[in-house]
């Protein structure tokens, strides 16, 4: 049975103040359970902060991004090692803000996943369409690129053994438009043939989760379809009830 999870990227969002209050309201929750992983991705700076609040607690947490670099004179950069020296399991690789307002190629995007595996991170693979590209039915082709810049890299789909992927419609994301549950469930099931074409046991095996207005309102309905195994949460992620709410839409 593939995982389930319900993942809070907070963005550009918060301060020392806000992840005490959050992350102690999320703990006060007492229905974490290994069914669904819950993960929450601040931003750098608050990364040991939630290590000290979470660490004993069933939830999980990671980072919005990391350099391909390991080391060495790239200021402002943040390595896969110091991510796991924060405790961190997972980051996100690839998101579509990334892409579009920091010019991350689906190249470096790919040696970004490569630095996580290495470290021993579990990276959630971002994809995506823009709206134009959407309506132009290029929807496929533009998966399809993201995914092959990674799956070309050594260890192909074996890469995937222990990796998730996130569908985010760019559409979708911070505008209060949501694609339907049977539009997102087609792009991940075509998401998971391109995998199987390669090995349908890892296909089977990695989580695919959906990402583009993620609200309490059409999480159950989003969660219920067969290739949708949970959410990359936004807006609803800064405010513990409607995380929580979400949460309880994929025990559903």
């Not at 069933?58 to 670099?69: K, M, N």
């Not at 995998?195 to 059409?218: E, H, M, R, W």
Request: aromatic letters at 8%; glycine letters at 8%.
């Amino acid at each position: 049975m593939r995982p389930r999870i319900v993942a809070g990227n907070w963005k550009m969002q918060g301060s020392q103040a806000f992840v005490l209050e959050l992350l102690t309201a999320l703990q006060s929750y007492d229905g974490w359970n290994d069914e669904v992983e819950a993960i929450v991705f601040p931003p750098f700076p608050y990364l040991l902060s939630t290590q000290d609040l979470l660490e004993k607690t069933p939830i999980a947490w990671g980072a919005q991004t990391l350099s391909e670099f390991s080391n060495g004179a790239y200021t402002g950069e943040v390595s896969a090692s110091m991510l796991t020296d924060c405790g961190c399991e997972y980051v996100l690789v690839g998101h579509s803000e990334r892409r579009q307002l920091f010019g991350e190629s689906s190249a470096q995007v790919a040696a970004k996943f490569v630095a996580a595996k290495q470290a021993g991170l579990i990276p959630i693979l971002c994809v995506g369409e823009t709206l134009a590209e959407r309506e132009a039915d290029r929807t496929l082709s533009v998966v399809t690129e993201q995914l092959q810049a990674v799956l070309a890299q050594p260890g192909g789909i074996e890469l995937f053994e222990t990796a998730v992927i996130a569908y985010e419609p760019v559409w979708a994301i911070g505008t209060g438009l949501t694609a339907t549950p049977a539009q997102a469930q087609s792009v991940h099931h075509e998401i998971r043939h391109l995998l199987a074409i390669q090995d349908s046991t890892i296909a089977q095996q990695c989580p695919i989760l959906y990402g583009g207005s993620v609200k309490p309102s059409n999480a159950t309905e989003l969660f219920k379809e067969s290739d949708i195994d949970g959410g990359l949460i936004g807006g609803a992620a800064l405010k513990a009830e409607d995380f929580i709410a979400i949460y309880r839409g994929a025990l559903a």
